[in-house]
């Protein structure tokens, strides 16, 4: 069992994870080995609730007709249920021009959107409601909050296929799912909140206002983070095609503080507001992730 | 700075090659795509300047390693002059064959080893170039011009060079040596000065030359190398001068020879024999001793039987340095005098010359108070002027003559010949008469004119009395033989021309006085006469390399042979010209003896010695003094010695400086390597830090 363990925790790795090439499959060793590791299980009771009715289609698994209602209708209708939910999660993935970056193996949004993969498997698995959120300079898609494995798989499809968008607009696409967002619930935010910090705390701020607990997984590159180069290169801004020819070394000291400072000041702000921040860089682990998302889940019970 | 390889300059051109990478290296700097330059901006603009001072530094230690690379492929030397083949050289070669360069070592004359420089300096010349040997005693000689012909023929020319009998005058070296190559009409000139630098007759050395005497070749386009020969020598005993009778000598007297010896050593006292010898018979040996830098005056005296020119040599034991160990000399020793007495009322001056009538060594012939001719007294020893009358002006005008030619007379300055007297004195002298007694001044020496005689007898003459005799003023102290108590001049003599004349102030008659009857007077009379007679004939002495000359008066195409020293065959005829009463012969090169015939008989005969009153004393002369004395600024000195030829080649090519280059280049690229990679070193040990 130990080794098994270990085997699936390998899954862990991002480097490791991210050269299979199935979502779910992706999405479900992450948070296998995640359980492996803790060695307790996180999921709650299953129970599942009738919704609604729906008619038939030709061609459709005959399973799910409701014959005592053909019985008195004469008609086939599908039972459809719901499952229980105990929470209405809402996993908002940044896919702007910045997050296409990666010095390694992965790019930040491919890191994102594993991590936003293993936390809906996570969650669903825990019967808590999910909705997923992708945008750059806009809202790009922004599913309903479901528990249901169809929903799971859809939201891991549309992660499969994420690609980098344009520019980034942070604040206005969280401000419109701010308000689009009625129930309360937990906000997972997983972006490189390349924006301006204020303008990206007040917009965060906004979810607290209406109630919500706010998860943020900052995601950054270790280039991004103390701008390794070793020899002189021209660096082209992803989201605006603007241009500085330099040789890093000559700036790595003052950049890393700048960029410390940024991450230091973002913190602050968000622990001061109650948001739970979590900077990951890519070589970061999902379990980290995962044991933030279940302690915020944790406290929210 | 010089290249050896001039062609491989060209390689210069690859310094465009870290230009080219440097700037097309710009244009393939790696595109990185990155999520955001908000936080790159504000630090690039500070750091900018930093990274464009470090690559526009980088370029400059590239081009530099680049360039220094190309350089040591031109192979670059320094300090010297020529490239060789590149132009056309001419190099003047003036080797010193001084007396000194004979100087004995066990590693060869300094001759010999300049000859060796020399023949160095030839065989490295290029094909094009023009070499000019000449070498240098007191004057410059030419000997060899290469131009056009095979160097072969120059280091043969070389070989047989000699040390000469003459010192060396080193600044007259150096101008003609400029002075020719000069006048080549060569783009690049070399100068080479090979020599002792022993003093010899460059008794300026040291003091500033006129540039317009040194002329615009030294110090300008000619460089100049200045080779010393450098021997160290711990004694050098030279015989310097010698001193010969002034005089004829007549047979059976004796005759002192003075030498000047001088031992140049500081430090040593040294012990040398001497000898002197007569027509080859050694007369006397004698050995002395000399302190350290002594210098010497010793007299050596000895008896004459024989009549005639004698030759004679005095000679020192042989040292290191030979050319200066022997001097000879030519004493005239005479048999019988031929004089002519002339004037009337000369009685006691007959029975002077003439005792008792008898033909004793003087031969004396009276003339009458006629004009005297010349005729008369060519063949005269001498002429006595004893009483009057005065001559008449072409009577003076003939004896004058004679006297200039090298006749001899002996005038009584006397009334009826003052002005006679006056007339033939080159000091013009003040004669005025007077009658009063007067005595004579005891000299307390002997005058040489009257050297036979003793202290004793001189000192009596002082008790002599003279009545009414002229008082004389103007004489000159040094010329003075005797005086009267009141300081007028008794006797006196001079040098006219070549000849010689005494004058004595006294009248040859019992009425001036106790002299004519006192028993000195023969004796003076005499001793007058063979003082003067013969006059420059008593046996002149030359030095080496100089023109001799003497007045003459006879012009019947004399023949002059010169016979060196220690050679029997008969002598070599010399040329000659007259210079109105001067007859200038051809400068001889070596010791010997030199002969005037006339009609079949000596009347002239000489020794031809080296001047050896300077350069024996070994005297080192600085090699950058001379320089600095010749005005020359830029003069390189090479030492002699093992790998001259190499250092020679070197101050003349000048010094490969390719292995510093290499280093150079070598140093500047390690230092590139540093700053290229000091970036990134120092971001390594923050990682290691951090």
């Not at chain 1, 997983?190 to 900052?218: A, Q, W, Y």
């Not at chain 2, 090169?589 to 009153?613: E, F, H, K, Q, W």
Request: hydrophobic share 40%; aromatic share 8%.
């Amino acid at each position: 069992m130990e080794g098994r363990g270990q085997n699936s925790e390998k899954f862990l790795d991002p480097r490791v994870v991210s050269r299979l090439s199935n979502m779910a499959l992706r999405a479900r060793l992450i948070v296998e080995g995640f359980i492996a590791g803790i060695h307790r299980s996180p999921y709650h009771g299953f129970s599942a609730e009738f919704s609604e009715y729906r008619r038939y289609i030709t061609g459709e698994s005959t399973r799910q007709i409701d014959w005592k209602l053909f019985a008195r209708t004469d008609r086939y209708y599908i039972r459809i249920f719901e499952d229980e939910t105990n929470l209405r999660c809402s996993v908002i993935i940044d896919r702007s021009g910045s997050m296409g970056f990666g010095s390694g193996d992965i790019t930040k949004l491919e890191y994102a959107a594993l991590l936003g993969a293993a936390l809906s498997y996570l969650m669903i698995r825990q019967r808590d409601a999910v909705g997923l959120t992708l945008f750059d300079e806009k809202i790009n898609l922004m599913t309903p909050h479901r528990s249901v494995r169809s929903h799971m798989h859809q939201i891991l499809r549309e992660l499969g296929g994420v690609t980098p968008g344009a520019g980034t607009g942070i604040s206005s696409a969280l401000g419109y799912v701010a308000e689009r967002i009625k129930r309360r619930g937990l906000v997972v935010v997983i972006s490189d909140l390349m924006d301006e910090p204020g303008e990206v705390i007040r917009t965060l701020k906004r979810f607290r206002i209406r109630g919500h607990e706010v998860l943020v997984f900052h995601i950054l590159d270790p280039m991004e983070l103390n701008l390794d180069y070793g020899k002189e290169v021209q660096f082209v801004d992803m989201e605006t095609e603007e241009s500085i020819r330099t040789q890093p070394w000559f700036l790595e000291g003052e950049y890393s503080r700048r960029v410390a400072g940024w991450t230091r000041r973002l913190e602050i702000e968000c622990k001061d507001s109650g948001i739970d921040y979590n900077l990951l860089s890519l070589e970061s682990t999902f379990d980290q992730a995962l044991v933030a998302y279940l302690n915020k889940r944790k406290k929210m019970n | 700075m010089n290249f050896l390889n001039p062609a491989f300059l060209i390689s210069l051109a690859a310094v465009a090659l870290p230009l080219i990478v440097h700037f097309f290296s710009r244009r393939r700097v790696p595109r990185v795509r990155f999520s955001s330059l908000a936080f790159l901006r504000p630090s690039q603009r500070r750091s900018m300047k930093r990274i464009n001072f470090r690559r526009w530094l980088l370029l400059a230690l590239r081009i530099a390693a680049v360039a220094l690379v190309a350089l040591a492929f031109s192979r670059p030397v320094i300090e010297g002059a020529l490239v060789p083949g590149s132009a056309p050289t001419a190099s003047c070669i003036i080797l010193d064959r001084s007396y000194s360069m004979g100087l004995e070592s066990e590693r060869g004359t300094p001759l010999e080893r300049g000859r060796g420089i020399a023949g160095e300096i030839i065989s490295g010349a290029g094909n094009s170039d023009r070499v000019i040997l000449s070498v240098l005693d007191t004057g410059v000689e030419e000997i060899f011009d290469m131009e056009g012909r095979g160097r072969e023929f120059a280091l043969e020319a070389l070989e047989g060079i000699e040390p000469s009998w003459k010192p060396a005058d080193l600044g007259k070296g150096l101008l003609e040596g400029a002075r020719t190559l000069r006048k080549s009409g060569y783009g690049v000139r070399q100068l080479y000065l090979i020599s002792d630098f022993r003093a010899g007759t460059d008794r300026n050395a040291g003091t500033p030359v006129d540039s317009a005497e040194a002329g615009p070749g030294i110090g300008g386009k000619t460089a100049t190398y200045l080779i010393p020969i450098h021997e160290s020598v711990s004694g050098n005993v030279a015989l310097i001068d010698i001193r010969r009778p002034g005089v004829a000598i007549h047979a059976g007297e004796v005759v002192t020879i003075g030498a000047t010896l001088l031992n140049s050593s500081g430090r040593a006292a040294e012990t040398v024999p001497v000898s002197i010898s007569v027509e080859g018979e050694r007369l006397i040996n004698r050995e002395l001793r000399l302190g350290p830098g002594e210098r010497r005056y010793q007299e050596f005296s000895f008896p004459v039987e024989e009549p005639g020119w004698l030759r004679g040599e005095i000679e020192l034991g042989d040292d290191r340095l030979r050319y200066d160990n022997r001097r000879l000399f030519v004493i005239h020793v005479i048999e019988k005098i031929d004089v002519l007495l002339v004037g009337e009322g000369q009685y006691y001056l007959e029975k002077a010359l003439s005792p008792g009538g008898a033909e004793g060594d003087i031969r004396l012939r009276v003339s009458g108070p006629e004009r005297v001719t010349s005729s008369d007294i060519r063949d005269s020893d001498a002429v006595v002027l004893g009483g009057g009358p005065e001559l008449w002006d072409e009577d003076l005008e003939v004896l004058r003559e004679y006297l200039e030619g090298g006749g001899g007379a002996v005038i009584f300055v006397r009334e009826n010949l003052v002005e006679t007297a006056a007339a033939l004195s080159r000091h013009s002298p003040a004669i005025e008469l007077e009658r009063r007694e007067r005595t004579l001044e005891d000299p307390g020496t002997v005058p040489e004119i009257l050297h036979p005689f003793t202290r004793e007898e001189i000192s009596s003459l002082s008790r002599v009395r003279f009545v009414a005799e002229p008082v004389v003023k103007g004489i000159p102290s040094p010329a003075v033989a005797m005086r009267y108590k009141d300081r007028s001049p008794f006797m006196w003599q001079e040098r006219i021309g070549e000849g010689r004349a005494v004058f004595i102030v006294c009248r040859p008659a019992v009425a001036g006085g106790g002299l004519v009857l006192s028993p000195y007077f023969l004796p003076i009379v005499q001793q007058a006469v063979f003082s003067v007679a013969g006059g420059g004939g008593a046996g002149g002495e030359f030095l080496v390399g100089k023109r001799p000359r003497w007045r003459i008066n006879d012009k019947n195409r004399p023949a002059i042979y010169f016979q060196p020293y220690g050679e029997e065959r008969p002598g070599v005829r010399l040329d000659y010209r007259f210079a109105g009463d001067e007859l200038i012969a051809a400068p001889v090169d070596r010791p010997g003896y030199l002969n005037v015939i006339s009609d079949n008989r000596t009347v002239r005969r000489a020794a031809v010695n080296p001047d050896c009153s300077l350069e024996s004393r070994l005297d080192y002369i600085q090699p950058e003094v001379l320089a600095d004395s010749m005005g020359i600024d830029r003069a390189k000195i090479i030492e002699e010695g093992e790998g001259a030829g190499e250092r020679i080649n070197e101050a003349r090519y000048g010094r490969e400086i390719t292995g510093w280059v290499i280093i150079a280049a070598l140093i500047i690229f390690i230092i590139e390597l540093m700053v290229a990679q000091g970036a990134a070193r120092r971001r390594s040990e923050d990682v290691g830090k951090s």
